[in-house]
């Protein structure tokens, strides 16, 4: 099983910016397409951006504009640039893998990376 890990997280001022990385662990990382989800305290996960093996990206209304989804297949991981944070970006962030495609929407696939936290307050 593919294997992700999250970092990148951490506490940031509204406004601020922030960089997650999710590295995968299977080489053939470049015919995955992969995701970012978060999930704020009880609340469920939502999914954020994903990005298809071509390129090809998608983001959640909410972030649509402040955030960029990218991928590096030579090193084999996944970015998730995000600008101009709010309080309500507060969240554990998570990658997601090996997902495909069904009528346009990403269905996610099996494999996760643990998490990083994401807070934003001043």
């Known amino acids: 099983q593919v294997q992700f890990v999250e970092s990148g997280g951490g506490l940031v001022q509204p406004g601020g910016s922030l960089r997650l990385s999710c590295v995968a662990s299977?080489?053939?990382?470049?015919?995955?397409?992969m995701a970012w989800y978060r999930q704020a305290l009880g609340k469920e996960r939502e999914l954020v951006a994903d990005?298809?093996?071509?390129?090809?990206?998608n983001y959640g209304d909410s972030v649509k504009d402040r955030f960029t989804i990218s991928r590096d297949n030579a090193k084999n991981t996944v970015y998730l640039q995000m600008n101009n944070l709010k309080p309500e970006d507060t969240a554990v962030y998570y990658c997601?893998?090996?997902?495909?495609?069904?009528?346009?929407?990403?269905?996610?696939?099996?494999?996760w990376g643990q998490g990083t936290q994401v807070a934003v307050s001043s």
């Open positions: 997601n893998g090996d997902g495909w495609y069904k009528d346009g929407a990403y269905v996610p696939g099996e494999s």
């Open positions: 990005i298809s093996a071509s390129g090809n990206t």
């Open positions: 299977a080489s053939i990382f470049r015919v995955f397409a």
